[in-house]
């Protein structure tokens, strides 16, 4: 991407945007709001390593999001500094997403939801019966914000930023990630299998490691998450927080790099947002995913793109055919 | 020693026997045919060898070394590759990216999630001058949606012999193809190298007879003559079963 390019500059004016939204965005309220588009953002991009990336749709990441929100919240209370709170958190949950993986890697297709729905269902099952872990149907709660490296988190835009940093680091691992020859490898491994193995690749590891870093992602939300809430509670690694943060990447995009981050800013825009005004929002929700099935069945960010081409050339042809091409 | 060498084969699916007491001995450098009927077991020989399906008895070698237990992708970088009869491509990729995608089987460079794959010059360099080798070098940047069946073919092509193989496996190379194209796909099987062994699949007798110097006949997951080929076209078995005489 070169700096002067139409992507670099709106990349660039993106970033500014975003640095300085809790100064034009006006209410600590609305910062929060975009907090937690952050946080699930970040979900949605480990998520969609699995679900755009390996071609494998799982039913059960609200599960590692969870796991690390609890075993970060265990560590906090048993009085554990930042750092003992952060990596034992995020190993727990790579753990833990280690064994969903040998466990769910059995199956492809249809076997491999099921069994990632059954899996998120134990997790849940935990989180709701194991009292004396989880202090069941009551959650769990920290009694303050943590202060990584001596931090002040406390103020909504503190929290913020900290989160900005914490996603473009996940974004730019994406980017990177997919770049890679591993990340070629990955794809290949979703669309021809059996080829790859062929050629001499090992498929089964590819996708465990996949499974491992879309874990480990999902890990770092579900920390920021329990940073952002305080408290984590059965809910959280419900079936329908999986379902919802696939409805995000499906709906954003799948395997694209944009596609989940507008995911889950429609998703939270219409649960914190658009639910002040709209009693059935879940309704309105529902018959924005409808129309995206409909309209743009590769989801927002690539529909948005084809549209947007479409457009160009209906309106402008001379344009185009001067140009060559547009964008990319 | 031999280049590849199969000792009783043996593969049922259910109650269907699809190999049964199969031997083979191809020797370096050789070019051998098998053929035989619809149902013969003739791909399922392929995947057998290559490791796709696993055999219920029985043994392989690969220049001496034991294949049987060897796991698929294993048998990729012990030198064994393979065209597909069903075209297997990556449809979305390009067909550097594919080419690129099969010599980066071989290389542990495809563990690497930091590297960028677009800026590995000499993989992307090796990948474009395999394609060249097929004569597709000008379609490099083409998305394998956009290119014709026989376009297909050769990038199939292109793909196994990328890997540098020491035994190329070829699963019907000429199914589907127009008389020019076949001529030019042959042309080129022609031009692989010596030391390159290859084993032919192929049902269309006319433009397989002028490749081949030992034959296989299998039928009905068996072997029933093998020999040179004036030898199999003149045996009445091969008659029998295969050219319906």
Do not use: C
């Not at chain 1, 991407?1 to 670099?8: C, E, N, V």
């Not at chain 1, 599960?63 to 500094?81: C, M, Q, S």
């Not at chain 1, 040998?102 to 990632?116: E, P, S």
């Not at chain 1, 998120?120 to 009694?143: E, K, M, P």
């Amino acid at each position: 991407m070169k700096l002067r390019s139409p992507r670099g500059i709106s990349a660039a004016v993106a970033l500014l945007l975003l640095i300085t939204l809790p100064f034009w965005i006006g209410n600590s309220y609305y910062v929060n709001v975009a907090t937690q588009m952050l946080i699930y953002a970040i979900l949605a991009l480990g998520l969609n390593v699995l679900v755009g990336y390996a071609g494998l749709v799982t039913l059960g990441h609200a599960a590692l999001f969870g796991v690390a929100a609890y075993a970060g919240a265990t560590l906090i209370n048993a009085g554990h500094g930042h750092i003992v709170v952060a990596f034992g958190a995020l190993l727990t949950t790579v753990a833990v997403a280690a064994v969903f993986a040998v466990l769910a890697l059995r199956g492809t297709g249809l076997g491999f939801v099921m069994i990632t729905v059954a899996l998120g269902q134990i997790a849940w099952g935990i989180a709701y019966r194991w009292i004396s872990l989880t202090n069941g149907d009551n959650g769990v709660s920290i009694n303050a914000r943590p202060r990584p490296f001596g931090l002040m988190l406390e103020a909504a835009p503190a929290l913020y930023w900290a989160t900005l940093v914490v996603f473009l680091v996940a974004v730019g691992s994406m980017a990177i990630f997919v770049a890679s020859p591993f990340g070629a490898s990955l794809r290949g491994a979703r669309d021809q299998p059996r080829r790859m193995t062929a050629l001499g690749y090992n498929v089964w590891l590819i996708r465990f490691l996949a499974f491992l870093f879309s874990g480990f992602w999902s890990g770092v939300a579900g920390l920021l998450y329990l940073y952002y809430n305080q408290f984590v509670s059965p809910q959280t690694v419900a079936l329908s927080a999986s379902a919802e943060a696939l409805l995000m990447v499906i709906a954003g995009g799948t395997g694209t790099l944009l596609g989940p981050i507008a995911g889950a800013v429609l998703v939270i825009v219409m649960k914190d947002i658009a639910s002040a005004y709209i009693e059935r929002w879940n309704f309105v929700l529902g018959a924005i995913f409808v129309l995206i099935v409909v309209f743009m069945p590769e989801g927002l960010v690539p529909g948005s793109t084809r549209l947007w081409r479409w457009g160009i050339a209906a309106w402008w042809p001379r344009a185009t055919a001067v140009t060559g091409e547009t964008g990319e | 020693m031999t280049a590849l060498e199969v000792r009783e084969l043996y593969k049922s699916f259910g109650g269907l026997r699809v190999t049964a007491a199969v031997n083979l001995a191809v020797e370096p450098g050789e070019r051998r045919l098998i053929i035989g009927p619809n149902g013969a077991g003739k791909t399922t020989l392929f995947n057998l060898i290559t490791g796709e399906l696993r055999a219920d008895a029985g043994s392989m070698t690969l220049f001496g070394h034991d294949l049987t237990r060897e796991p698929a992708r294993r048998r990729a970088h012990l030198g064994l590759a393979r065209t597909y009869q069903i075209i297997t491509l990556f449809p979305g990729e390009t067909l550097l990216r594919n080419v690129t995608l099969s010599l980066l089987g071989l290389s542990p460079l495809r563990w690497n999630p930091l590297a960028r794959l677009a800026g590995q010059t000499e993989l992307l360099s090796k990948a474009r001058a395999a394609l060249g080798r097929v004569g597709l070098g000008h379609l490099a940047d083409r998305p394998v949606g956009q290119t014709s069946y026989g376009e297909r073919r050769r990038v199939e092509i292109a793909m196994a012999l990328a890997q540098s193989p020491k035994v190329l496996l070829l699963d019907e190379p000429f199914a589907g193809l127009s008389i020019e194209e076949r001529r030019d796909v042959l042309a080129l099987i022609n031009g692989i190298p010596r030391d390159v062994t290859i084993v032919m699949i192929e049902h269309d007798m006319d433009v397989a007879l002028e490749f081949a110097e030992r034959i296989t006949v299998l039928h009905f997951g068996q072997v029933i003559v093998e020999g040179t080929r004036a030898e199999v076209v003149e045996h009445p078995r091969t008659k029998e079963v295969y050219l319906g005489e």
